[in-house]
Nanobody, 121 residues
């Protein structure tokens, strides 16, 4: 059984910072891509940032220069450092990872349960 558990969300004022964490646990053979998504109220879930197993990163335009995605492969954990937060960054943040479970020839996409981020103006 593989699980993703996010933490680090909360309430912050505009201009502030938060650091989200997402830890994968269970019978894991390997982890490829790890991603952060955001779902704003009344909107569809959208990709915010992605990091590959080799450390290469991609960001959606409106977070470039403010958010940084990183990973600790030894801990099976991905992070999202969010600086200069804006009210429009408010939403539920989900992590997603492409994980190959131990004993499986295939990778499976797993989702975390989400963590709420609220930015007040």
């Amino acid at each position: 059984q593989v699980q993703l558990v996010e933490s680090g969300g909360g309430l912050v004022q505009a201009g502030g910072s938060l650091r989200l964490s997402c830890a994968a646990s269970g019978n894991i053979f390997s982890i490829n891509v790890m991603e952060w998504y955001r779902q704003a109220p009344g909107k569809q879930r959208e990709l915010v940032a992605r990091i590959s197993s080799d450390g290469s990163t991609n960001y959606v335009d409106y977070v470039k220069g403010r958010f940084t995605i990183s990973r600790d492969n030894a801990k099976n954990t991905v992070y999202l450092q969010m600086n200069s937060l804006k009210p429009e960054d408010t939403g539920v943040y989900f992590c997603n990872a492409d994980i190959r479970p131990t004993g499986s020839p295939y990778a499976v996409r797993y989702w975390g349960q989400g963590t709420q981020v609220t930015v007040s103006s």
